[in-house]
């Protein structure tokens, strides 16, 4: 989600006026940081990196630093007291008067601080700029209704609120027009798009109506919740000829107490009858998901529970996190807390439990047939080869061989010959290759632009 923001920031950032400056070229005029606060290590490595560009503003004084996102909007004027050559802090709800808060501060020599307590426009129906061509996300809903007891968003992003069916298929089509052949719905409980539209069965329809869309060849979103993963979901999932075989649905815990104390709505059970009826659907599907490790009153024994449920679930990856406490959060309250020694300790037997997890699935590809979208990451050449990467359907990160340079969108069907934990490899050259208009879109743009990636940004002389 932060990175879908940080191209509606570029894209406004552009439209006023301003002009992408490369990673490696000098300091930009203005230098925008999004900021995460989902856990506690973003807090400090923001922190860190103002401190280090306090020194920088002094050599160059008219250079100006933003802050943004969730951090800016739990710290507010935190942020200004500990960083004072801040230029400009804006918050989740208004990212939109990013370009008007720099004009102001520069012009009254005065830091900005604006912070709104709700959201004034979807951010969606802002200017982006992407950074893939043929890929795509497209927001569908933003906030959370949720109450997970260890989870900062629903504070800092507010409920949930839902977008318009008919606006996010006119931006689907607006971008596939544009080149993009694969978009990711994106919200932080996607499957309960339409709660706030009162319409049932609204994520199912949504995943159908994308069906529709000619020359979008896939589909993917996340998060979905398992609370809300109805059977309709599934249903659309195998019947819609788009949308991808791969689910990436957070388990958090496989401990029904832990669950129950993190206020998810589901146990064990009902995830475990997710998956196998995803599988029996779609069964080629991968699962993917986040878990944590540490809740406050975890016990071994509990911990051991997430473990047996990661091999029933045989996820295809997992983003492992050490619980963080989070200020405000019913979780950072409980008594209970884990001692940092206990979560480290488990959170070495949980990644390395989850890789040989993932190997094993991943091993059980060898010898298949899979499609492959080339992705942005120009191939390296090796002998008469080159290597290049896509993902799978299911998402699986691909490695193969081509005599021919592919370019990004076109789609190769390679047979996989070796597997990693994280990723697949295939050592002979593509069985097929569709050329799509995802690739004729990025020749053109090769041969018209020189720059596309935005780090930081400097206003047009
Ligand atoms: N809305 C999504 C998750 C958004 S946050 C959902 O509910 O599925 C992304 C992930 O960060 C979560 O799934 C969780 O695993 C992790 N996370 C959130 N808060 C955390 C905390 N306080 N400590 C550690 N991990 C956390
Ligand atoms: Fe946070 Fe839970 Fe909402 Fe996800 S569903 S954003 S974890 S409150």
Known sequence: MNAHDSERLAGL?????????????????????????VRENADQKLYGTLGMLAAEKLNHPTMQIAVGGCLAQKDRGEILRRAPWVDVVFG?????????????????????????????????????????????????SVGCNNTCTFCIVPALRGVEKDRDKKEILDEVRALVADGVN????????????????????????????????????RVRFTSPHPRDFTDDVIAAMAETHNVMPHLHMPLQSGSDAILKSMRRSYRADRYLGIVEKVRDALPLASITTDIIVGFPGESEADF???????????????????????????????????????????????????????????????????????????GRKDDATLRQSGRARDFNLVHFVSEERLRPGDIATVTVTQAAPHHLVAENPPNAVRRTRSGDVWESAQASTETRTFLSLTPRP
């Open 13 to 37: 950032l552009e439209e006023a006026g301003f002009q992408a400056q490369k990673p490696e070229s000098a300091l930009a005029d203005v230098m925008v940081f999004n900021t995460c606060a």
């Open 304 to 378: 051991q529970q997430t473990l047996d449920l990661i091999a029933q679930a045989k996820f295809e990856m997992a983003f492992t996190f050490k619980y963080s406490k989070r200020p405000g959060t019913a979780a950072a309250e409980m008594d209970n807390q884990i001692p940092e020694d206990v979560v480290a300790e488990r959170y070495v037997r949980l990644h390395a439990f989850t890789e040989e997890i993932a190997w094993q699935q991943k091993k059980a590809q060898v010898g298949r047939e899979v499609e492959v979208l080339v992705s942005d990451m120009p």
């Open 92 to 140: 989740t709800h208004n990212v939109g008067s990013l370009p008007l808060l720099l004009e102001r501060a520069r012009i009254q020599r005065e830091s900005q601080l604006e912070i709104v307590e709700s959201l004034e426009i979807f951010p969606s129906t802002l200017p982006s700029k992407r950074d893939s061509l043929h890929s795509a996300w497209v927001s569908i």
């Open 182 to 217: 694969e978009i990711t719905l994106l919200g932080q409980n996607v499957n309960a798009y339409g709660v706030e539209l009162g319409v049932r069965g609204a994520f199912a329809d949504l995943l159908r109506a994308c069906g529709e869309v000619e020359g979008l060849e």
